[in-house]
């Protein structure tokens, strides 16, 4: 890892409510949301990923929010915007809104229609960066984008684009962990974007994980994070068994639907994902429903036998 990345532990992201009447951005509720993360004792807040329903939003709404979580985070801690766009252009509007605003950081995942030459890349990535002199984290997930940023890519990129430092990494290859940081000679701090593998992430080396599971099992995520840290490895191996099916759940289901849902089952309601996305099926709330349940009664995290495990 560098020495000091800007963004380390738990970075949260967060759902983008809607009105269930009107459709539209609810910013208060977005607000409440915020708070609730960060008052749950998140290390880092990171709106506008996929989670955040992004790809839905119209550009003023992307403002809005932007403006309205950093506003709401008010430096108590880092922050990590998404800022990925089709073109080139927009990418550029959105960074330069989110450093007027005051973010810590910017994230660029390579959102494709055409599949992109390495000079395109490169280009897309250098312009992004040139815009504003916050540190940039590239997002590679092949999965959401189309496009898949081997670790020898993401280097020779890194290498040619000095506020580069920052790596989430979400295809799913623990392997990759370790190489981006080995190739880099441990300039790139490395990031998990894949749920499951946060526990093996982090014995990797990783500086944060990247996810929107804080939204509703916060103190499992936290706890995971501190067990890992603090090499209490049977205590971490515990945590991460029990959590490890409500993380593939909402892996699996899609984020924006599960987390939504599991607001809803919370009584913190932030509306329906947008369409083309629908709401979670009944019949995987109710299972969500239970997982929920589990993770909330179960007493592993207030058993003080193995908290120093």
Not at 8 to 15: D, R
Not at 131 to 142: C, G, R, V
Not at 243 to 264: D, Q, S
Request: charged residues 20%; aromatic residues 6%.
């Amino acid at each position: 890892m560098t020495a000091n990345p800007p963004l380390n532990g738990v970075i949260a992201y967060p759902v983008t409510p809607f009105d269930r009447g009107t459709g539209d951005v609810d910013l208060a509720a977005l607000r409440r949301l915020t708070e609730e993360l960060v008052d749950a004792g998140s290390h880092g807040i990171a709106p506008l990923g996929s989670t955040g329903e992004t790809a839905y939003l119209r550009e003023s709404e992307w403002d809005a929010v932007c403006e309205t979580t950093l506003r709401t985070v008010a430096g108590r801690v880092p922050t990590l915007v998404g800022v990925s766009h089709w073109s080139t252009d927009a990418t550029v509007r959105r960074a330069r809104v989110a450093a007027r605003h005051g973010a810590t950081a910017i994230m660029v995942l390579p959102l494709v229609y055409w599949k992109l030459t390495e000079a395109e890349l490169m280009r897309h990535f250098a312009t992004v960066a040139e815009a504003t002199d916050l540190p940039m984290m590239l997002y590679n997930n092949p999965g959401t984008s189309g496009t898949d940023l081997t670790p020898e890519s993401v280097v020779a990129l890194a290498r040619q684009i000095p506020n580069l430092t920052m790596v989430k990494e979400s295809s799913g290859d623990a392997a990759r962990f370790r190489a981006i940081r080995e190739l880099s000679d441990g300039a790139l701090s490395v990031y998990n974007g894949s749920n499951p593998l946060a526990l093996e992430a982090f014995r990797s080396g990783a500086a944060g994980w990247c996810t929107a599971a804080p939204c509703l099992v916060p103190r499992w995520c936290l706890e995971l994070h501190a067990a890992a840290a603090g090499e209490r490895h049977e205590r971490a191996d515990m945590v991460l068994a029990e959590l490890l099916p409500f993380l593939k759940f909402i892996v699996a289901h899609g984020l924006p639907r599960t987390i939504k849902a599991g607001l809803e089952i919370q009584s913190r309601d932030t509306g329906r994902p947008r369409a083309p996305l629908q709401p979670l099926p009944d019949e995987e709330t109710g299972e969500l429903r239970s997982l929920l349940a589990r993770l909330e009664s179960h007493p592993l995290l207030d058993d003080p036998a193995t908290a120093s495990a």
